[in-house]
């Protein structure tokens, strides 16, 4: 079983759609890390979690600690979100290094 | 965003050769990493250094090896590249409790 799990792996939404990304994670952890990669492109840093909600523009990453959970949600959905999202957890056993998910592809058809 | 760049950003090379990929960073972040994608794998560390001249192996570190000898440069070298080190190579730094920043990604092909 991997440590971190996404749910789902693959995504199709309209534009405007309300989209929810899930992760799940086995360890404990000192913070939970929220990774976009565009087709072909680089990795941007969306957002670090270590308790409670976050928000910037349209995207907002809740937390719960206690059930080992994370969403990472996008309101009003547009093409240009189309992408990888990557959730990463950073163990408090191993706080130097991070566990990676395997990504959730989404694809906002116009 | 922070300032790492990779290079090169592409390369191709035959097996055997020697290849060396250069990470440079201006944030004098402490820790850098170097990570390879590959598809049905998502993102697995390669080696990561946490100081100049302090490195530690990641999960496919057969086959590499790093050096760091400014805060600055993260060096990852194939002695010997081979097909199955076909890949896209990330590096990342970051400060101690701090996200991680990625670099641009180099794409080497090594036939």
């Known amino acids: 079983k991997n440590e971190v799990e996404q749910s789902p792996q693959n995504l199709t939404a309209q534009e405007g759609e309300f989209i929810t990304i899930n992760c799940s994670y086995s360890?404990?952890?000192?913070?939970l890390h929220w990774l976009q990669q565009h087709p072909g492109g680089g990795i941007v840093s969306l957002f670090m979690?270590?308790?409670g909600k976050k928000k910037h523009g349209r995207l907002i990453a809740t937390i719960n600690i206690q059930e080992k959970h994370s969403s990472l949600h996008i309101t009003a959905s547009h093409p240009r979100d189309s992408a990888v999202y990557i959730c990463?957890?950073?163990?408090?056993?191993?706080?130097?290094?991070?566990?990676f998910g395997p990504g959730t592809s989404l694809s906002v058809i116009p | 965003d922070a300032g790492i760049t990779q290079s090169p950003r592409h390369k191709v090379t035959e097996t055997g050769t020697p290849v060396t990929l250069r990470c440079h960073q201006t944030?004098?972040?402490?820790?850098m990493y170097w990570y390879r994608q590959d598809p049905g794998h998502g993102l697995r560390l390669i080696h990561y250094?946490?100081?100049?001249?302090?490195?530690d192996k990641g999960e496919v570190s057969d086959g590499y090896s790093v050096s760091r000898s400014k805060t600055e440069d993260f060096l990852l070298t194939l002695e010997s590249a081979t097909s199955s080190q076909t890949s896209v190579y990330f590096c990342?730094?970051?400060?101690?409790?701090?996200?991680?920043?990625f670099g641009p990604g180099t794409r080497l092909t090594v036939l």
């Open positions: 990342a730094s970051r400060e101690p409790y701090n996200e991680q920043f």
């Open positions: 360890v404990g952890i000192s913070a």
């Open positions: 979690l270590s308790s």
């Open positions: 250094s946490y100081g100049v001249k302090d490195t």
């Open positions: 944030e004098n972040h402490r820790y």
């Open positions: 990463a957890v950073r163990p408090k056993t191993s706080y130097d290094k991070v566990i």
